[in-house]
Nanobody, 124 residues
Framework: VQLQASGGGLVQAGGSLRLSCTAS????????MGWFRQHLGKEREFVAS????????HYADSVKGRFTISRDNTKNTVYLQMNSLKPEDTAVYYC??????????????????WGQGTQVTVSS
């Protein structure tokens, strides 16, 4: 499985961005997908995840109500709509695929495959 993330960039505080992550392979619709981020010098942290049909979702408390994860299985793509962005959202964002439906969607160890990361910078 190869994951290609895109959509990062520079935005002012209060603005919006939409990240996309497209996966190779014909079984994308069976994967749990997640978004994580990594602040400079910090550990990678959970942002959001969604199940195979996009119905069951989880969010970090820091993004709840501002970010929305969704997926289009016909396009092998998962999205992260980010609204009301804050300077503290500045990070490299990674998408990830869990092909085994392991237990904890918030744990980095759950995920088998990772995208290359896309930089999001929010200016104040």
């Amino acid at each position: 499985v190869q994951l290609q993330a895109s959509g990062g960039g520079l935005v002012q505080a209060g603005g919006s961005l939409r990240l996309s992550c497209t996966a190779s392979g014909r079984t994308f619709s069976s994967y749990r997908m997640g978004w994580f981020r990594q602040h400079l010098g910090k550990e990678r942290e959970f942002v959001a995840s969604c199940g195979w049909d996009g119905v069951i979702t989880h969010y970090a408390d820091s993004v709840k109500g501002r970010f929305t994860i969704s997926r289009d299985n016909t396009k092998n793509t998962v999205y992260l709509q980010m609204n009301s962005l804050k300077p503290e959202d500045t990070a490299v964002y990674y998408c990830a695929a869990d092909t085994r439906y392991s237990k904890d969607p918030r744990d980095t160890r759950t995920y088998d495959y990772w995208g290359q990361g896309t930089q999001v910078t929010v200016s104040s």
